[in-house]
């Protein structure tokens, strides 16, 4: 059993930046491809970004590519997501996940929390 806790959001003019942290209570965490989803008002939870256990391979999507940064450190059980130059549009409930291996599915998910942008 996974389980992951968020922390980091908050309220931040466009323009700004926020650091999602999501630390994870798993020993083997270095052997977790971890991920970054949100869910905005009326939405349905989209991918953000993704980094294999190494951190050396990392994805995102084409909405904050160039704006955001996946990181993790293994001997912390954590994973970060760096948001820079954030938009309105980028408010959502942001969501880290966890899945084992490079192939398999995220099944272990945060309680997510809230990042507002205000324009």
């Known amino acids: 059993q996974v389980q992951l806790v968020e922390s980091g959001g908050g309220l931040v003019q466009a323009g700004g930046s926020l650091r999602l942290s999501c630390s994870a209570s798993?020993?083997?965490?270095?052997?977790?491809?971890m991920g970054w989803f949100r869910q905005a008002p009326g939405k349905e939870r989209a991918f953000v970004a993704r980094?294999?256990?190494?951190?050396?391979?990392?994805y995102y999507a084409d909405s904050v590519k160039g704006r955001f940064t996946i990181s993790r450190d293994n001997a912390k059980n954590t994973v970060y997501l760096q948001m820079n130059s954030l938009k309105p549009e980028d408010t959502a409930v942001y969501y880290c996940?966890?899945?084992?291996?490079?192939?398999?599915?995220?099944?272990?998910w945060g309680q997510g929390t809230q990042v507002t942008v205000s324009s």
């Open positions: 980094i294999r256990w190494s951190g050396g391979d990392t």
């Open positions: 996940a966890a899945a084992a291996g490079v192939g398999g599915s995220f099944e272990y």
């Open positions: 798993v020993r083997t965490f270095s052997t977790y491809t």
